[in-house]
């Protein structure tokens, strides 16, 4: 099992970046596909980008598109979301993830239920 801790939340103005980072300790997560995600108050939590293992590949959701960056460091079982253009709808608790199983196939990763890990979530608040 491996423990998810993110970091990097706080509040920013409406416009200005911000960088997550997610430290993983326990097993190596290194052959796990990775994910951010993020829930604000009263919805349910909702996907925000995607990682294959190595890091070459991936994904986001529509709402951050051209906005946010997902990126890994296999390394130092690290992995981060670089946010820039932050809207007030960015509002939320955000959570990496991680995969349970082991995979050797790319594939877009984009439910809860395909991630078994989950970390305590940091708080983005964006005002206006």
């Known amino acids: 099992q491996v423990q998810l801790v993110e970091s990097g939340g706080g509040l920013v103005q409406a416009g200005e970046s911000l960088k997550l980072s997610c430290a993983a300790s326990?097993?190596?997560?290194?052959?796990?596909?990775l994910a951010w995600f993020r829930q604000a108050p009263g919805t349910e939590r909702e996907f925000v980008a995607g990682i294959g293992v190595n890091g070459e590949r991936t994904y986001y959701a529509n709402s951050g598109k051209g906005r946010v960056t997902i990126s890994r460091d296999n390394a130092n079982n690290k992995m981060y979301l670089q946010m820039t253009t932050l809207k007030r709808e960015d509002t939320a608790v955000y959570y990496c993830a991680s995969r349970h199983t082991v995979n050797t196939v790319f594939y877009q990763y984009t439910r809860s239920v395909d991630f078994g890990s989950w970390g305590q979530g940091t708080q983005v608040t964006v005002s206006s």
């Open positions: 326990g097993r190596t997560f290194s052959n796990y596909p």
